[in-house]
């Protein structure tokens, strides 16, 4: 998008706003600097009140959600789960300390071959699209149309489709190259296998599975429905859980005041905030909710932008590119001149070390080779394809769909190589669970989020 906006609902209002001049670079900067001494005095308080608090035992609802998130006897070959596909436990990939792993919630298959798309439950089917990570997607906001910036935002997928969470998790159960199954029916048919689910339906949302008839002809009682969207929403809960929503990455703790960048990192920040111009889509500030707390960056402002991928020709079967948020029928019908056509939502950088391969066809497959795309994808000759020699180091193929491309804010930003590096260093600093992997003394294992404590605003 074209300007910094704070993040919608957690907006900071006049903090920010205040800054109606063009925007250089260093005012980006010392307002950062600002916003990140505001919050570190509130994340000292919840340093203090985290150290302190007792575990709050998870609700019902997300318990029965981390069940049903990882059960395989919901998928029609009983082989596949969405933990499948946004696994709970880290990629089997070698640790070093500059490549830690943790839970990523991608498919781990993808981060080892590099393959952009995801097997289905039903052998040899698979989708176009790279399963992205189902971590911090909590905080995405309702879809919706922003008539002040004049721009979608929001929802969930790559395209926005569905508005929510619970919304989402509609969908993969009965999605043919996912989980295959051949409608709800037959999936609350398979809830009523288990003893367990019979039990926490009737717990959390006073809901008896058994009684519910499954077989053809159902009766017209909506009782199907009923158990299914129950269903949607004790995942949704699950995802909304801290399990999801860490923030134990080095940059938390680092603006919480607890330890620093190195020098690389701290320069890749300024670059990411200032000639990189990341920050214009991928915030890196916190945010005030509106009862005053601090909403920690999320590095996604939630909208939907082309930055020109090329192709992926190895996708199999080679399919047509996808058209994104411009593709979906109803945004199509609304608006005749295909301003959405090519646009795909911006995901959150949080974890993205871990997040491979990159982007929503999956073309890219190392931070390196994203930070040049930025930074040549304009400057450097022309290739046919992704096979052709000099991909990602001295060329780069058309864009895939040349229609909304933003050369506005990307595609030639003059960063040395060095500055590329640095830009990757800061990246790492995103991953969580670094009281565990950092060894660092002054962030020793067991220290928990600098949010720890804090509520996190309402999530759709
Ligand atoms: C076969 C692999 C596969 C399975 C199984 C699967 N997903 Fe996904 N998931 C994907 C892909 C691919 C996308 C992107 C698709 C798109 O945007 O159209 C996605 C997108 C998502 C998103 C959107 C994230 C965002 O930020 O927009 C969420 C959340 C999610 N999945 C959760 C789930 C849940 C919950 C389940 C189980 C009910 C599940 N997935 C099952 C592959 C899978
Ligand atoms: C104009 C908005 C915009 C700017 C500026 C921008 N990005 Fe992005 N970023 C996006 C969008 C949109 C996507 C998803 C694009 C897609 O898949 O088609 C994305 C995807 C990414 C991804 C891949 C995420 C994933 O989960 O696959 C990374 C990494 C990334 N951006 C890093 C950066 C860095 C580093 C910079 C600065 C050099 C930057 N971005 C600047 C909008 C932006």
Known sequence: MLHFKPALAFAVG?????????????????????????????TRLQMVKAATATVIPPKREEQLGALLYADPNLSLNRNQSCASCHALTPPRIKATPSRPTVAAFIDPRNTLTGSAVSAGSVKNRQGVLNAPSVGYAAFSPPFHWNAVD?????????????????????????????????DKASVVARLQESKEYQRLFLQA?????????????????????????????????????????????????????LTTLSAAEQRGLEVFNGQGNCAACHPATPTFAPDGSVMPPLFTDFSYDNIGLPRNIDIPGNPAPNRGLGGRADIGARDASGADIGKHKVMSLRNVALTAPYGHNGVLHTLAEVVHFYNTR???????????????????????????????????????????????????TLTDGYAEWGRDPRVPRGTPSPYATMPFPPMP
């Open 378 to 428: 304009d400057v450097l000759p022309r290739i046919a394809d992704i096979h052709a020699k000099g991909f990602a180091v001295s060329a780069w193929p058309a864009p895939e769909i040349a229609r909304n491309v933003n050369r506005d804010e990307l595609g030639a930003l003059g960063l040395s190589a060095a500055q590329e590096a640095d830009l990757v260093s800061f990246l790492v």
């Open 150 to 182: 004049g721009l979608y935002m929001g929802g969930q997928f790559w395209n926005g489709r569905a508005t929510n969470l619970a919304a989402q998790a509609a969908e993969p159960f009965l999605n043919p190259h996912e989980m295959a199954m051949p």
């Open 14 to 42: 006049a903090l920010l706003m205040s800054a109606t001049a063009p925007v250089t670079a260093r005012d980006t900067l010392a307002r950062d600097e600002r916003l990140a001494r505001l919050a570190l005095a509130q």
């Open 205 to 257: 949302f006073d809901l008896s599975l058994a009684q519910i008839l499954t077989r053809k002809p159902y009766p017209r009682s909506g009782a199907i429905d009923a158990a299914y969207d129950a269903m949607t929403r004790a995942i949704a809960a699950f995802e909304k859980s801290r399990m999801f929503n860490r923030f134990t990455s080095k940059f938390d703790y680092s603006l919480a005041g």
